[in-house]
């Protein structure tokens, strides 16, 4: 195998170069050796561990007003050229490991579960059973502009080439010089419309083409290793969206928003199909085929073109159709392709036919290709799931109660309003009055689930209520569909994201499962939502994660009890206080019994673009879902001990005990995090179509996970990942638990990714740059907390190394640590940069220190790999 390490230098080191030459030409190389000494300032002082940074503080802030913002530009579009590189070795990689039969590979996987003495007909029958569901969101965590998203995939294009050897010098500076000169701060915030673009193009641009890659590898495997196919129509990995259906907190995302994604999610699939069906018109030209296609196409010369061509006309027909609905123009009431059988039907029958004819080479080429998207994307590319607050349904019925004179709805018990639901549910005549006036955000509820209600359940996913707690909260959501006209059962799927909510979940859902009507409703299939950012923020990562472990355990036994198929809907986000982290690990972490085929799972912002974003990444995040959902089916993880469980319960009501102590109780730590982060600066960033709060007028229990993350990351005290862990491992340790933490590591799946991810975490803190802002930006009075943060971190560190057994973090991942340590000397001056600009901005608000402020934001989160 070549050096890769060393190619990966080398593209960094190309790419690098390419960006100097353009901000040379730009504004002359004085500028230019402006940059580099104070990249060399960086370096030196990072190879000092007693430095005072104080030569580089002097260089930056010798920096005019107009200098600040293309220096940060620099650094910042350097670490995005980092990011490019890395992806790229990382694709590469993929394709050695393919080839090299990796451990980590589908391949490898499916010899150790034959080894275990599983039957080949059993691992078959659970890949074609297998449902992981994908679920795009519009989470604000893409700092990057779509436009340049779209430039640094184009210089990803050209690494390729480059590897084989063909030239793109010029192209990469021509890009490199494109890049430059484009802004990298939106000037308005995106439209929810223009998020459900976002996510078309991430299928159009790389899904389309890597899920049927994907599905061939699979379908090789399973050839060469259980010596039978791929069903054609196994889809073991499919999508689902939240862009323009996720509406919590999100007053920008309307019913009529909803309607227009709905339908451009079809029109979309349309016409991707009809670009499938273009190329294969164009290539299957042959003229035998099967009598079954004789009859259908008569004694037309050329009978695949000839079906083709119908299939072509009706999808034309389709998106005529789309459109005239879309603009409320007259159209027939019946769509012409409806559903995944009317695509699929000619297009097996060519497949068919050509394998009659002795064509198997042609029928598994593209042809085979198509079918298996259909498979994946179905007619609607992705099915939309629709999220609401639970208090806005609790508010149609306040308002509707006090309309009937009933008193109020919020004032009844849970017992009460689940009786009045049950009833409503089970009434003939309709419940909301027509000569009702509702208030206008009852009013958007309504039309919302109106939309839902007349939409095809074909593209609908599930309908998701955050912040769920009790059995009226789903009730009352059934009832608004069913008033609204719905003929089907859409899931209704509470969300339990506080601790509180995740320990109540169980109950909440045998309560639901004991009413007759609802199991009745539920059709033997119950999913629930565990939300992984608002618990660990409510309730710190230590006790957040073992509130998921327990509700999940105690879900999956509920459920087995209530003879019902349980799907839980992981709500992660990308970083690791919010439940981010790498997906196989996670899943193979979850507890036994838990993931049995079916898994739902949040893939968000920045995360969609590493790891879907171009077609040879995004086949081995396929391929690594596929695997783990395997694996965790087939030869779960074993049931912690009893000893271990006990350990936990301890450790997490410290960690609870520490983390609020802090967070809730210390009342210096609100107007510490306030002054110490950008927390309010970074509302200006319009990363997305959301606001940064919940409520407008909230403090930070409104503030949104999100934000939240993303604040503390941006100094470098990640505080929100390990606060409550520290103390409460110290005091594991001195209780002499010390070897009871170890062994609970080497063999307990939960408890070694839970230390993993802290590790992980705690290497990208850097408490001298958290001293800094400190020094900058907060008032003496507040700095005693400060330092005890600080503290606090050194002892989370401490003990990892113990529970690890080893000198320094990510001994065991060489190329993290390298990745972050070659990347400070890039960083820190951003982190330099972005304090003093907070405290200018803060005491004298310049819009041109307004840009640059953004522009550190931006590239710090790119040097970071995430946002929040
Ligand atoms: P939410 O997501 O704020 O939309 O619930 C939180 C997250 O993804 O971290």
Redesign the pocket.
């Known amino acids: 195998m070549s050096d890769l390490h060393e190619e990966l230098r080398d593209n960094v080191r190309m790419l690098g170069e390419c960006l100097g030459q353009t901000i040379a030409k730009h504004r002359g190389q004085d500028f230019l050796d402006r940059i580099e000494s104070i990249r060399q300032l960086s370096k030196s002082g990072r190879s000092d561990t007693d430095s005072d940074h104080s030569e580089l503080l002097a260089a930056l802030s010798s920096l005019s007003e107009d200098e600040v913002l293309p220096v940060a530009r620099a650094f910042t579009q350097f670490l995005n050229l980092a990011n490019i590189a890395e992806e790229h070795h990382k694709a590469r990689q993929h394709t050695e490991f393919c080839n090299l039969d990796s451990d980590e590979s589908y391949a490898q996987l499916v010899k150790q579960l034959l080894a275990q003495g599983i039957p080949s007909e059993q691992i078959i029958n659970t890949l074609v059973q297998m449902d992981v569901d994908l679920v795009l969101t519009a989470?604000p965590t893409e700092v990057n502009r779509r436009t340049l998203i779209q430039k640094y995939d184009a210089i990803t294009d050209c690494l390729r080439a480059l590897d084989r050897d063909e030239s793109q010098y010029h192209r990469l500076q021509e890009l490199i010089s494109q890049v430059w000169h484009t802004n990298e701060i939106r000037k308005i915030r995106p439209t929810p419309l223009d998020e459900a673009k976002w996510g078309f193009t991430v299928i159009e641009n790389s899904l389309w083409e890597a899920v049927p890659k994907f599905l061939k590898h699979l379908d090789s495997q399973t050839r060469a290793l259980l010596k039978q196919p791929l069903p054609l129509h196994c889809a073991p990995v499919r999508f689902s969206s939240w862009m323009g259906g996720d509406r919590?907190g999100n007053p920008n995302v309307t019913s009529t928003i909803t309607r227009e994604v709905l339908n451009l999610s079809r029109w979309m699939a349309a016409d991707l199909y009809l670009r499938d069906i273009d190329a294969l018109r164009a290539e299957l030209s042959m003229h035998q085929c099967s009598a079954a296609l004789r009859d259908r196409v008569g004694d037309e010369a050329e009978p695949y073109r000839a079906i083709l061509g119908e299939l072509r006309d009706q999808l034309k027909a389709t998106q005529r159709w789309l459109e005239a609905d879309l603009n409320q123009q007259p159209h027939d009431t019946q769509c012409p392709i409806s559903s995944s059988e009317q695509l699929l039907e000619p297009l097996l029958l060519c497949h068919q036919s050509l394998l009659d004819c002795g064509m198997d080479i042609i029928a598994e080429g593209p042809l085979e290709d198509t079918i298996r998207r259909v498979a994946c994307f179905g007619v609607t590319l992705t099915k939309l799931d629709i999220r609401q607050s639970s208090d806005r349904h609790a508010q149609v019925f306040e308002e509707l109660s006090q309309f009937y004179g009933l008193g109020s709805y919020s004032a009844w018990t849970e017992e009460g309003r689940q009786a009045f639901l049950i009833k409503e549910l089970q009434s003939q005549r309709p419940l909301i009055p027509h000569h009702w006036t509702p208030s206008d955000d009852v009013q958007e509820v309504l039309d919302t689930c109106r939309v839902v209600a007349q939409a095809d359940p074909a593209s609908l996913g599930s309908y998701v209520i955050?912040m769920a707690g009790q059995p009226s909260d789903v009730l009352s959501v059934i009832l608004l569909l069913k008033e609204m006209g719905i003929t089907h059962n859409m899931r209704v799927v509470p969300l339990f994201?506080t601790l509180a909510d995740l320990d109540n979940a169980r109950s909440c859902i045998d309560s639901l499962l004991s009413l007759p009507w609802y199991k009745q409703y539920t059709q033997g299939h119950q999913e629930v939502m565990i939300?992984y950012?608002?618990s660990s923020k409510d309730a710190g990562q230590l006790a957040a994660v073992w509130g998921q472990y327990r509700a999940q355990e105690a879900l999956t036994a509920l459920c087995q009890q209530h003879q019902t198929r349980l799907t839980l809907f992981h709500?992660r986000?990308g970083t690791v206080g919010?439940g981010g982290g790498p997906s196989h690990t996670a899943i193979l972490a979850q507890p036994p019994g838990s993931v049995d085929r079916s898994i739902r799972v949040?893939e968000?912002g920045e995360m969609i673009r590493f790891k879907f974003g171009i077609p040879d990444l995004a086949v081995r995040s396929l391929e690594l879902y596929a695997g783990a959902v395997l694996k965790a089916s087939l030869a779960p993880a074993p049931a912690p001990l009893d000893h271990w469980r006990d350990a936990m319960d301890t450790l997490a009501a410290a960690g609870l005990q520490s983390y609020r102590g802090i967070v809730r109780e210390d009342p210096q730590f609100v107007p510490y995090f306030r002054a110490v982060t950008p927390e309010q600066e970074l509302t200006k960033l319009p990363l997305g179509s959301r606001p940064a709060k919940r409520k407008a007028s909230g403090g930070v229990e409104s503030l949104?996970?999100?934000p939240w993350i993303f604040a503390w990351t941006q100094i470098r005290l990640m505080l929100p990942a390990w606060l409550g862990s520290d103390t409460a491992l110290q005091g594991a340790a001195a209780q002499n638990k010390l070897a009871l933490l170890q062994e609970m590591y080497s063999q307990w799946p939960f408890f070694a990714s839970y230390v993993d991810m802290l590790e992980m975490v705690l290497a990208k803190t850097d408490t001298s740059i958290s001293a800094y802002y400190e020094s900058r930006l907060v008032s003496e009075e507040l700095k005693v907390l400060g330092s005890s943060l600080r503290a606090r971190r050194d002892s989370a560190i401490e003990m990892v190394l113990k529970i690890k057994d080893q000198q320094q973090l990510l001994n065991a991942h060489p190329n993290i640590r390298q990745s972050i340590e070659v990347r400070n000397p890039y960083i820190d001056p951003l982190h330099f940069l972005q304090a003093e600009l907070l405290h200018r901005d803060r005491n004298q608000p310049d819009q041109r220190l307004e840009q640059a402020l953004m522009v550190t934001m931006a590239g710090i989160s790119a040097g970071m790999r995430n946002t929040g």
């Open positions: 989470h919590d955050s994201e939300g950012s608002d709500g986000g919010r949040t968000q949104r996970a999100i």
